[in-house]
């Protein structure tokens, strides 16, 4: 599943067809979310991967420390979404099919919540959340689009810079 949400804990997209073991990279080219940042519809966004892994100067430091605080903000849309409907947090017992489309109409019952402000649910103990999965990072061969993205990566630390000095 891949999804991307905004600050305020609604999912923009969704993607739940392709099986558990699909690379990441591949659930996002064939996404509408990354049809929708080529297009600009985003603005000026872009996609930020993984943190830096030896993060060596204080500019490396604050990046990642930026990265990690974005990346909460999702880890916390997942949290509320999940207390919000505990089955997600239990496991959905039933034909992939059905589970996508219980996952995508959680989500928008989840974003109708936020956009009218219902409180968020509490930490329901009898519900027993197993902590997410960390998935090591898998090194990808050099290509032109990843010598783009570290260019962009190496504009985006120029900013942090900018703030340090």
Same mark, same amino acid.
């Given at each position: ?13 969704? *993607?739940? %067809?392709? $099986? ?38 204080? *500019? !490396?430091?604050?990046?990642? !420390? ?19 409907? $505990? ?16 996952? &995508? ?10 956009? %009218? %402000?219902?409180? !968020? ?5 009898? *519900?027993?959340?197993? $902590?997410?999965? &960390?998935?090591?990072? &898998? $090194? *990808?061969?050099?290509?032109?689009? %990843? ?19």
């Amino acid at each position: 599943m891949q999804a991307m949400c905004t600050s305020d804990l609604q999912f923009l997209d969704i *993607v739940t %067809r392709w $099986p558990g073991s699909t690379h990441d990279s591949l659930i996002f080219s064939n996404s509408s979310a990354k049809f929708y940042l080529d297009n600009g519809d985003f603005g000026n966004g872009i996609v930020l991967g993984d943190t830096l892994s030896n993060p060596r100067t204080q *500019v !490396e430091q604050l990046y990642n !420390e930026s990265h990690i605080r974005t990346r909460n903000v999702i880890e916390r849309c997942f949290g509320v979404w999940k207390r919000r409907f $505990p089955v997600l947090s239990i496991g959905l017992r039933c034909k992939i099919p059905l589970a996508q489309d219980v996952i &995508v109409a959680t989500t928008i019952l989840h974003n109708l919540a936020c956009s %009218r %402000r219902e409180i !968020e649910p509490p930490v329901d103990s009898d *519900v027993l959340i197993p $902590p997410q999965p &960390v998935f090591p990072v &898998v $090194p *990808v061969e050099e290509n032109t689009e %990843r010598t783009r993205n570290t260019s962009t990566r190496d504009s985006i630390l120029e900013y942090f810079e900018s703030l340090i000095n």
